[in-house]
């Protein structure tokens, strides 16, 4: 990890200039002429993709929010046939969508089992990833050859690759189910049994997740001197003292980044589970995100409104968990 | 981890006599912790050996699998054959019996330009961020990272919405500004990782030559964070190259598809077509797959020093 301390430092001292040139004393007008003077250069290098989030991600979002206090769906919002504008006729319905979707099973079924799958997914990646880092952090012969073939998964583009696993598993002749005759056992429904869909988008998951993992703690590892290493041995630290007195609270940094982040991914995996099962079978593996997805594109009429609603909700968890995560860490002393 | 920043830990490491240094290793080898001490039993090691040969295998397995089935006749292609009668005919039957070429180009518009765009934008901002203080960036920089979290399901609706209103629908225009949504913030962030590990006294030298902010970032700062750039340039084009569900949302009709959608028509309309669907997996892999090995330590290092400095 770059994770360069002393430009951090600098940063903060060229702010701390900057701040004290801005510190204004005279009335707000010419603290505000003061600021303007001392801040347009930073203003205007920003000012590009501030517009550009205002008009593609800002304008949307809030209208992502109106439409799911709205009835819209595919017959009523505003669309142009050829030359004929069909104006929307939507209704405000308040809070109902929401109201609906909080005290319906289907939400929070959904929502059940996307935390199972997140947390699931998040917490397997982590473990096998931390375990083979370790591994690859060893003096080893043929390390560079291990790691190179370990992050083949990250370096494939995800879909090809779940493209590749739907191909294993294919029930009458995926390769898993031949090898399972082979040896006798009868063929595995991976992808069209509910418990046995979960697990295989789990694994898919995993794998696909493990090397991003295994990177990013691998060069945690690298970051820890090996003094401490050595003058725990010498005090005759076990190796498992050393992994947790050294090791683990060596890595806190880089793994709260990594969690926090494969956690948001994990929640947000549309592409893993929509080429999968498309959520099957039935709704078994249906996680927020595709359901969503299928309330706006897959079904007849298309609903708007509650596939902005599921999405409003989805946004917020996220943004809690971040939160009350960041609350945690900053508890622990971490500086985040 | 990068070459170029050789942090004082390696440099008091390797001039400790435990640790001998290593001619024709490289920092990334010699920063390793290896217990110089505790010599590990034999067995240990047999166990470490397989412990990765497994992990490598199931890692490599699904992968070279699917290219082997490429080479395969498709009559052939879900035997359990390694090797059986190895043809190109998937090959060619692909490039000449389906609208792969066409999802390529597509592919490779819209992601072309969404980080040519999307870098272009977001340059500026990741180095005002690193390097000025001013009001506002607390309030930037936390949208930076709450819109990293913003889930497809929330902006899908009103701008598919938006673009049927403009006609945009079907259109790879559509395509890359819905792209720049998750491009720009994700550049912006990680610009400024980068950034931050340029020394500010090259920004001060700057400024005593007489230059202005924009001077010296222009002259000075972008050409050297031509690395990071690339990167930044190289994670936006996979994830537009890699992205399903607005593809797949936005797109329809054989000729618009991009390859997310495309590779999906050989499972869904046609039954299975596992031969050419795998030729189309290797085809759209392996350059891919080459670029992102030879960029990828670079890519952790922005994302965490991004993220961990916030």
């Not at chain 1, 819209?72 to 405000?92: D, H, K, L, M, Q």
């Not at chain 1, 059940?112 to 997140?118: C, F, I, N, S």
């Not at chain 2, 040969?53 to 390694?82: C, Q």
């Not at chain 2, 972008?222 to 990167?231: D, N, Q, T």
Request: some cysteine; hydrophobic content about 50%.
């Amino acid at each position: 990890m770059a994770v360069d301390t002393s430009s951090q430092s600098v940063a903060k001292a060229a702010g701390d200039v900057a701040r004290g040139r801005s510190r204004g004393t005279g009335k707000p007008e010419t603290k505000l002429k003061r600021s303007l003077s001392t801040h347009w250069y930073a203003w205007a290098m920003v000012a590009p993709v501030t517009v550009v989030i205002a008009v593609i991600i800002g304008y949307p979002l809030f209208r992502g929010i109106y439409l799911s206090l709205t009835d819209a769906n595919e017959r009523n919002v505003a669309r142009s046939i050829g030359v004929n504008e069909i104006p929307a006729t939507y209704e405000f319905v308040g809070l109902d969508n929401y109201t609906e979707a909080l005290t319906g099973d289907q939400f929070l079924g959904t929502l059940g089992w996307t935390l199972v799958w997140t947390v699931a997914c998040v917490s397997v990646t982590f473990v096998l990833g931390l375990g083979l880092a370790n591994m690859l952090n060893r003096r080893i012969a043929g390390r560079s050859f291990y790691r190179m073939l370990l992050i083949l998964p990250w370096a494939v583009p995800g879909f090809v690759s779940v493209f590749a696993w739907r191909f294993l598993y294919n029930q009458d002749n995926g390769l898993l189910n031949k090898i399972l005759a082979g040896g006798g056992i009868d063929a595995v429904p991976w992808l069209n049994d509910p418990t046995w869909a979960k697990f295989s988008v789990i694994a898919v998951n995993v794998w696909l997740g493990v090397p991003f993992m295994m990177v990013a703690l691998l060069g945690g590892l690298q970051s820890i001197p090996g003094e401490l290493y050595e003058a725990a041995e010498m005090d005759g630290a076990s190796a498992w003292q050393r992994f947790r007195n050294i090791t683990l609270p060596g890595l806190r940094s880089v793994s709260t980044t990594v969690i926090l982040l494969s956690t948001i991914w994990t929640f947000n995996m549309f592409p893993v589970i929509f080429l999968l099962t498309r959520g099957g079978p039935g709704e078994a593996t249906q996680i927020l995100v595709t359901q969503a997805y299928k309330f706006a594109f897959e079904i007849s009429p298309r609903d708007f409104a509650q596939s902005s609603t599921w999405g409003v909700l989805i946004l917020v968890l996220l943004m809690l968990f971040a939160a009350v995560y960041r609350r945690v860490l900053r508890k622990q002393g971490e500086v985040w | 981890m990068g070459r170029a920043d050789p942090r004082p830990v390696d440099a008091l490491r390797r001039g400790l006599p435990a640790s001998p240094p290593q001619a024709g290793r490289s920092l990334v080898t010699t920063a390793v912790n290896t217990s110089r001490r505790g010599r590990r039993s034999p067995l240990a090691s047999v166990g470490l050996h397989a412990t990765l040969i497994v992990a490598s295998v199931i890692a490599v397995f699904p992968v070279l699998w699917v290219f082997l089935t490429s080479l395969k006749p498709a009559k052939y292609a879900i035997t359990t054959d390694f090797v059986k009668e190895t043809t190109l005919a998937n090959y060619t039957d692909l490039l000449e019996n389906t609208e792969f070429l066409t999802w390529f180009g597509n592919s490779l518009l819209i992601a072309g330009l969404t980080t040519v765009l999307g870098v272009f934008v977001s340059a500026t901002t990741g180095y005002a961020v690193s390097r000025f203080r001013f009001p506002g960036k607390r309030g930037l920089m936390w949208t930076l990272l709450i819109t990293q979290m913003f889930p497809v399901a929330v902006l899908i609706v009103p701008i598919y919405n938006i673009m049927a209103t403009m006609g945009l629908l079907n259109q790879p225009v559509g395509l890359v500004v819905t792209y720049l949504t998750i491009a720009v913030p994700f550049c912006a962030w990680m610009m400024k990782g980068f950034f931050d590990t340029i020394p500010m006294e090259i920004d001060e030298s700057g400024q005593v030559d007489g230059l202005t902010p924009f001077g010296t970032f222009w002259r000075l700062i972008l050409p050297l964070a031509k690395p990071g750039i690339a990167v930044t340039a190289f994670y936006s084009f996979i994830t537009a190259w890699g992205e399903v569900a607005y593809a797949s949302a936005f797109m329809v009709g054989d000729e618009n598809l991009t390859l997310a959608g495309g590779l999906q028509k050989f499972v869904n309309q046609y039954g299975a077509q596992w031969g050419p669907m795998a030729a189309a997996s290797v085809l759209i892999a392996i350059p891919a797959a080459l670029v992102f090995l030879f960029a990828q330590r670079h890519l952790v290092t922005g994302m965490s020093a991004g993220a961990v400095k916030g």
